[in-house]
């Protein structure tokens, strides 16, 4: 999940007050103790481990954001000396023209260096961010600083979903945190509601950050259509298991119904075999039957939605109806980390927050994109091929980070984000 | 590569003209005996390997082809009793509904029944068939017996390229047929002509058969663009090769760069390593500079459209450019079995045959896309994930097959179809 | 399994007489023809495929036995051309002193050369070699020809076991030859019998023919002893699978539990699993109680035996008890191709034929053992690490091609041999 | 690696004074002390890493050894309840008699317990241990004591080697510990030494601990041989390299070639590309031209000794020599932990301590072996299959572990333990 500064943004972000607002020092320092804060009541043991090839440990991800700030924003200066002259090889994620880089699968070999040690990094950094940032930034700098605090909140949000992969593999089942009192859950009734139709636009074009991949503002024709008023429940979707979901190829894409015979799945990530409880960053939790079904990959969205006699929105969809509503919602800051049932009321609920919601469009480029000259044109661009399109954000990303043009993408078969579905359908 | 009738195209083929004509005993002798055609000069060896689980033996393409007029078509009879009772298991290639199936990279594995017993087998199920179109079909049944003529040529080409790269893993390089002679090939310059822009129909809307993935006929809206007036050439793609295409990952999607890693990729499928000569159907023979490139997958497509400064066209800019035209081109009937050099002329040149060309559209379903009910609905709507469309037919279709909305697909990695690439642009 | 002329034999075999019998034309002619008379029933298509990679097409064996007079044989002369230039490349199996070679795994992608091509090709070598015999022959070519009968006999039991592989990879089953009818078999008790104990001389080192890896022949040391009077039965083995056999970790050796695991495996290869019939060169048949058990690995055999408080013979134990009885017993020559129940009788029973005996002896070097010079040299020696030392003969072996001293070898996971056990115990 | 007790040890162990002396608790304290000093200098993450499968990570180890003197030591009384209820299921290596366990390869996921807890969970156990000596132990129970501390040695040569491969796989080479300063190193000029023949005794059979598989001591035959007076040297390896050793399949047996193709190797594991240094418990360190070599496979010490016309000894012709001799050599305890050049003198030298010594001996049984009975009986006899036995000790052995008739045992390919070799020859 990556991005880089939109064209327009860059300028603007730059301006004296976007300075001393954006990228001023205490959102930069706000942005930075977050990472830190997500460490309370782990230990050492806990960040070196990888749990499978699409995850990291969660020292490699408060390192790699630090070298995101030393190799893009202190390594703009000239006389710039790296604090460790092997980690950029250790550090760097996939950024080829900057050079080499360890093996992604080989990141939890790494038990050096350690924690104490990357913390002393983002310290030395930190200090030297502290003091340029503090110095006149030119628009490019100035819109690096914005794009690695964004940077930095994806991977607060990969270093949660990466812990409660690694836990979960522990037969020991340890819990990240305490579970929150939740209050009592109701079910909200399942409604279609019409969306726009005929030509509108998307994507980002006003003020404020995006990513490029967010850009250029473009004009899409929408087919008549309604979407449910709130993502599919718990409750839902063990109706459809119950209903041999996953024993029937013929609700399924091909090569979904691959990834259930090969995988073995049987119910989303994390459910117990009775698809009573599920585990959690709070230990192994009951099942609230009316909150958001979660860790479900785009094969399965797919194969409920048929099952349901519906389909998956489209982005442009999404998008269209999300793009007038406050971007309110069950972030991270709530400390739930746990998709939670939507409160009664009208309209359309939960579009932020809560689960990422799959969409049927694979991710590519927009009509005239333009990834960024440079190394940052790797942030988002060369992944456009294979994967899907996520919208919303989820109870574990961090407040402020998403809005309605933000454009998240897996693969179809991930499922270890706080993923879920809502149901579209054509009018 | 699949397909199904679509629901208007079923009314029209049952009317007394149509049957007489469309799905006539004539039309039917002639395409299934295309499929025998294609055994000459081959051993029943030839026919027995699978050369890796993407392809299959030619005899199992056409035992497969012949039960699927035994199984949708004369099966459709009450008292129909099949010919061998366990085939319909070994010849199923991915009928879910119809019944459980023999695993796909195993094919390779059935020595028996023989070639001699597969031809039986045709020549039984192609009497009963000659038969039954004697008598009064209605609207469903012609309809199948049209869908089974597509079907058996789709695997004629499908024969063609499985032989290709059967015989390719043979050191001895056999050869298919004698290589016709060429006439002299001189180069075309490469230009770029303006498509439509604004709001287009696409899609299958009029009469004659399609597949149900072109259709409901549908509005999208086209950015300016422009497209190029041939494919890319061996020429041209060998100064991307000298350019070290393949060894700068800057220009490749990151998945392209993994398969390029990963499999060794260096050049085209069938390529010499010294770039001068490619294996073909009649043996290896010298890489004629101004035929079409050949053999390229999507990933190298994309880094060759992205090293020129161009990009892949999408499916509705090429329907767009491609509707007005006839159907005309150099398809299997010429013998040719390998894409040849552009004649002089103007305008959009070789649309139509020598070589698929990849666009950028991921393969998914129209708006209001709906498969056909039965097994039948299995035909193509379910491989809607993960493949990219191409488009126009090859050297290798068969004559009267493709039409302007016809969508082939394949995934983003494959190469041993007879695919290349036309260049696209912004406007 | 592989062998090479022991340095005494050849020197005998190379006498005037020995000329004119062991090498002489008659024999040679016989033993070809026998490699032939296994193709009968057959179509083209059965001698194409490699069902796994430790099984050849039966083709290729056709081809390899004959490269191999060509190449140790007729090769030797300084003017001989090899009749087609790649076939050494195709037709080596692993004699790296030779040259390089076809990969293994890759031997079933090759449709080209035909059946009939390499039929040719065996016409032309072997009329090369009629003419060859007919002039005499130094000592080093008459041990060559003699090796490369005895390396054709064993290509012979190979094509019989590699085809059944195949064939039992096919859902129609089909058989091979008719089932012979079967005389009444009657239960035999299980008695031990002592073996000789104390310093004793093992391995070859009479006149005769033998593999390298037979000699020298040197003393060793038995302790004290029995072996039991016949091979373990189906009714015996049926037994320990009643009994949790597959499901007991602690009957098995480490690495035999693994590929229990790995391999599901429930009971012996071509069994049914309701342990009632198993498949054989006549197709499906019910198994006899009474016939020793068959296609069972060394871990199976070694776990059955832990099972019945026994243990499996050494080589030295197997070598001692079956020097002194004549080679008589059930081998390919009846046609029956599966081991049969032992008839009554007393003392050791069924010590050669109807199935290879597992020993505990793992395939090594005997003291003072020295490969042959040259690429022949590879024929056994290299393969001495992993493998355990299988004796007898069995029922698809050809007759006269086994002796006392005769050692087979597999890996311990190796099941498609006609593979079985006989038990020993300390006394 | 792994052992237990001999019948006759078990009885003399527990007499009254071999209580208060073996498996006293001074020496308790001082075997368990040892494990812990292993850990000076590194961090916690350094413990919680599994480099390969075959490895362990330092926590593991450390909280394995403490579960087998909690399960097969306390866990005797009848009213024991273990410390920590799941924890027998994580830290059971392979005793399936005991119960279920954790796989193996995923012994890296674990990030809990930590290293604290585990540290917490060794000092209960010990305190458990420490009171419970101080009471009578029948026969049965001061055996499991004796057991215990060999079976916690093993493991401290495996937590070094485990160590060393995890750093060896970190591209920043961090160092164990400092290296120590080597005297000055010559060459010794490399001598055979006629051993024993005939009929000689082996295995273990005196008082004192051995493991079972080291029983009975048994009669065994020698041949006319010599031992080399020193293992290979570096520099002898290295001329082995220099000569195409790793390029010429001829030296190789079958399934050593393959693996030389397979991964890759063109040195000993650890060696620079340049054969000048090697990675050590030290750092990177210059390769000692006199020392031995060591972390070669089973497969590169044979194909040394074929190059060299040699042969690996037979592990009854090294315990012949080494029985006479005193238990002297470089083991752990002079904390160099890298094979030292043998000092000048006469006779065998270095038959104890620096490498451990392929023999071309599969680990196998001795005649008339016997497991213990129960879950104990897991500790050696089931790994008698696939592996071959290893001589000596090493530089990373404790002292007073090894004896003439230890058997150590490895497979073919492994190489990251301090293994190295000797020649022998027939004479």
């Known amino acids: 999940m990556h991005a880089t500064v939109a064209p327009d943004a860059r300028e603007r972000v730059t301006s004296a007050s976007a300075a001393a607002d954006e990228a001023g020092l205490a959102r930069y320092a706000r942005v930075r103790q977050a990472s830190l804060d997500l460490l309370a009541g782990l230990a050492a043991e806990d960040t070196v481990v990888q749990s499978m090839p699409e995850a990291s440990p969660l020292k490699w991800h408060l390192a790699h954001t630090t070298w995101f700030f030393e190799q893009f924003v202190l390594g703009a200066a000239a006389d710039y000396r790296p604090r460790h002259a092997q980690w950029a090889f250790l550090f760097n994620s996939y950024y080829q023209a900057v050079g080499p880089m360890h093996e992604r699968p080989r990141r939890g070999l790494l038990s050096r260096p350690t924690l104490a040690e990357v913390l002393d990094y983002r310290a030395d950094v930190d200090a030297a961010m502290h003091e340029r940032l503090q110095r006149p930034l030119d628009d490019g700098l100035a819109a690096r600083v914005t794009l690695g605090l964004a940077h930095e909140q994806q991977h607060q949000e990969l270093m949660l979903t990466d812990l409660k992969h690694l836990f979960s593999l522990n037969p020991l089942e340890p819990a990240h945190r305490a579970a929150l009192p939740a209050p009592p859950s109701v ?241």
């Open 187 to 427: 079910p909200l009734p399942l409604d279609f509601l019409s969306g726009a139709e005929g030509v509108v636009e998307i994507g980002h074009g006003g003020a404020g950050f995006a990513f490029d991949c967010e850009t250029p503002r473009h004009r899409t024709l929408l087919a008549p259509h309604a979407l449910a008023n709130r993502p599919v429940s718990n409750a839902e979707f063990r109706a459809f298991v119950h209903d041999g979901g996953y024993r029937r190829p013929e609700l399924w894409l091909a090569d979904g119904w691959t990834a259930v015979q090969q995988h073995g799945w049987t119910h989303p990530l994390y459910w117990s075999d009775d698809l009573d409880s599920a585990f959690t960053l709070a230990g192994r939790q009951p099942l609230d039957p009316h909150a958001p079904v979660c860790h479900v990959s785009y094969y399965e969205a797919d194969a409920f939605a048929r099952w349901a006699g519906a389909r998956l929105p489209t982005e442009a969809e999404w998008e269209a109806a999300a793009a007038p509503l406050p971007v309110d919602g069950h972030f991270a800051d709530r400390g739930v980390l746990q998709p939670r049932a939507a409160t009664p009321g009208d309209g359309l609920r939960q579009l932020y927050g809560d689960v990422w919601e799959w969409t049927s469009s694979p991710y590519g480029a927009y009509p005239g994109f333009r990834p960024l000259a440079g190394a940052l044109g790797e942030y988002n661009g060369k992944f456009m091929c294979g994967q899907y399109v996520l919208r919303g954000g989820s109870c574990a990303t961090p407040p402020g980070h998403v809005r309605a043009s933000y454009r998240n993408f897996f693969y179809p078969a991930d499922r270890w984000q706080f993923t879920g579905l809502r149901l579209g359908r054509d009018r």
